[in-house]
């Protein structure tokens, strides 16, 4: 008998699409495409040789330990420096407070699944990052979009989209606009932080605890 699977998948899974960042990252495959779309590094500035000598330092000093299955929040002195680092830009946690994930996508995925029910509205700027969309569009998130320009958000559009009672706001504050207008009227975003430090500048941009 032939399994008709398509009558045991998950209901959320009507709202899945293929990866729009899958795509993407098929042309830079391409080696004479330079693909400005994704936010890749060059590969000319990888550290190899700094990471092959970390790598094996680690596995020297600790192979089996870091070899060896570990705690589901990640390595704790990795947890604990993070900790000591986000102090240096006012944000006072402990290792308690840390998660290591894979990666954004990872992050993004459990922020779904512990915030987002069907139907919950969220505000996000338009356009914005398409990976929080599509992971966040498995949980049945409705999407409110806010417009901004070369001074960020249009705060007079925001505050009329805040009225339709969001559960929460997702915004990318670096080298984009700087946070602190949503503060005025929403005092719980979530703000990725991916390029916080790749700046050629001194950029004054708080890095934000909620």
């Known amino acids: 008998m032939q399994t008709l699977w398509d009558q045991r998948y998950a209901q959320r899974t009507q709202r899945m699409s293929g990866s729009a960042i899958r795509e993407l990252l098929k042309f830079t495959e391409n080696p004479k495409v330079i693909s400005f779309a994704g936010g890749l590094p060059a590969p000319d500035v990888f550290p190899i040789k700094e990471f ?3 790598c094996q330092k680690v596995l020297e000093e600790q192979g089996p330990q ?3 299955y570990g705690t589901t929040d990640g390595f704790l002195p990795l947890r604990e420096m ?3 680092h986000t102090a240096r830009y006012g944000i006072e946690v402990t ?3 840390i998660l290591i994930t894979t990666g954004s996508q990872q992050a993004l995925d459990l922020l779904g699944k512990i915030f987002i029910n069907p139907g919950d509205r969220i505000l ?3 356009p914005t990052y398409v990976g929080a969309l599509q992971a966040w569009n498995a949980y049945g998130a ?3 979009p806010v417009p901004y320009d070369e001074n960020g958000l249009i705060t007079d559009e925001l505050e009329d989209k805040l ?3 969001p559960k929460f706001i997702y915004v990318l504050p670096n080298f984009q606009w700087p946070p602190s207008e949503v503060r005025k009227f929403f005092g719980g975003p979530i703000e990725p932080q991916p390029k916080y430090f790749l700046g050629f500048s001194q ?3 708080s890095i934000a605890s909620g």
């Open 66 to 68: 870091s070899l060896q």
């Open 52 to 54: 092959k000598a970390a």
């Open 203 to 205: 950029v004054d941009v």
């Open 82 to 84: 993070i900790a000591r």
């Open 163 to 165: 009225r339709i009672g």
């Open 142 to 144: 409705e999407f409110i």
């Open 124 to 126: 996000v700027e338009s």
């Open 95 to 97: 290792s308690n407070n």
